[in-house]
RNA sequence: UGAGUAAGCCAGGCAGUCGCUUGGCGGGAAGCGAUUCCCGUCCAGAGGAAAGUCCGGGCUCCGAAGAGCAGGGUGACGGAUAACGUCCGCCGGGGGCGACCCCAGGGAAAGUGCAACAGAAACAUACCGCCGGGCGGCCGACGCGUUUCGCGCCGGCCGUACGGUAAGGGCGAAAUGGCGAGGUAAGAGCUCACCGGGGGUACGGAGACGUACCUGCCGUGCAAACCCCACCCGGAGCAAGACCGUAUAGGGAGGUAACUGCGCGCUGAGCCACGCGAAAGGCGGACGGCGCGGCAUAGUGCCUGAAAGGCGCCUGCUCGGCGCUUCCCGGAAGGUAGGUCGCUCGAGCCGUCCGGUAACGGCCGGCCUAGAAAGAUGAUUGCCGAAUACAGAACCCGGCUUACAGACUUGCUCACACG
RNA sequence: GGCGACAUAGCCAAGUGGUAAGGCGCAGGUCUGCAAAACCUUUAUUCCCCGGUUCAAAUCCGGGUGUCGCCU
């Protein structure tokens, strides 16, 4: 069975891009919607125009392991998909410097 | 020491903590089900190009995987290999002082075609020039007859038509072997030496081919133009395909929104008819444009169709093969954004030895080394350190090509210095 | 991941060995009292890039880059 807390149907990131909410920040863009179930979704993307598939890896590995160590501290609050789009300037950043834009976003959109 | 050339090898390392993925073991859960998930612990966890997808093969399905045609590919010779357009050796040609490097390197007297422009001619062609004798004119010397001229002969120049000539000029990317001498009216393989080419004979070599001798020579380039010769190729691709689970058994003539017309939204200052002259009129979120929607009983158009002793299906075509029967379409089956398998033990990797110039092959011993499904390698601390470039497996393997910071090893060549 | 197609002026494009057609647009001109229409003129020399074959390449061959489409 796929992990269910994984953003993965098509008809769910359209509902996203098209009802959801939006927050752009320096090295990522954030869409946020209510999603009517029990639990939290997330999903990490990078789109060709970050790099090419080492770079697209490295920024989704980035957006992982900042989101990780957050919720470690302050946990998501449940009952929203989230998606964390990636943008080009987030090459060859460091781990420490996309968390704290990443914490400032979630904090705005009081997500945790 | 410097410059160069060829081959090989590495692709930051070690330790601690947190986190991710497969598998083994132990425990516990979820779902109608196929089956899956969670916790603990142990082990393992991207590349030399994983890339481009340019070749070749395995594997799977398609219609039996058959013949022919079409189409595509390769191209000196001998070998290696599962196979190749790859690799090794060797031949020929080209480049470099050299080590060494580069070459789609069969056939142009089998045929067809092309060779623009320029040029006389690009299958046999004479433009300028050179030469020859003929005719005409002019000039000069000589002789004869004679007197203000005529005739003969010799030489030169000009013109003219004819013939000879491919040595020279000119055109061109390319002009009927090159160069020198003889020869000739001028020229010409017409003759000769050397070079080049074709053919023949002999010898050497497994062969491509090489060497020697004889032979006077018959246009050139393009085959990555058609083509000929030899050899090879059925097509599609893991989203191939296989299994399981769940669900399900009728209906019947139309379908399609492409255009016009209709509605809504956006855009935003003009638009329409008449007339031509200076004016006057009508409409105006109009007309037009773009987008969305409705209408098939509004029109135009398009598609399918109830057909007949035939119809349908089959890789580009044919031979050939298969199916159907008297209305048609469906349904079932199968597939699909349900699950599992395919999915990694393989032409595998490492080492000694043996055969072979080498590519490679063989014996023996040892090893197991990613298999995800929004897609696993990250964060942080310390030390070494100049310290990182190109870059992420997606069914597997052998090659090629392309990208790339730097570090190291070995062989060989040239130049200089010293012994 | 696999398969396929394309790249020619600002836009649409023809050309498949011999110095790149055509249309729209832009600019200039003619005409007009002013416009529109019409007519005339101008606009490619790296034909996406790099090599090769050829006397000669947009065209043929090889490699690269970019864009687009399809996958039961």
Redesign the pocket.
């Known amino acids: ?3 269910p807390l ?5 008809r769910d ?1 359209n509902a996203l891009y098209t009802k959801g909410k939006s927050m752009g920040g320096r090295f990522t863009i954030l869409f946020y919607r209510k999603n009517g179930l029990s639990f939290s979704r997330k ?3 990078a789109s060709k125009k970050v790099g ?4 697209r ?2 920024a ?3 957006m ?2 900042s989101v ?2 957050i919720e ?1 501290s302050t946990p998501l609050k449940p009952g929203y998909d989230v998606l964390f789009i990636a943008r080009n300037s987030i090459n060859n950043q ?3 410097d996309v968390k704290k834009q990443i914490e400032a976003a979630m904090k705005r959109t009081e997500l945790i």
């Open positions: 069975m796929l992990n994984v953003l993965r149907k098509e990131f999903g990490f993307l090419n598939a080492v770079q890896n490295r989704r590995r980035l992982k392991e990780r160590l470690a460091n781990c420490a």
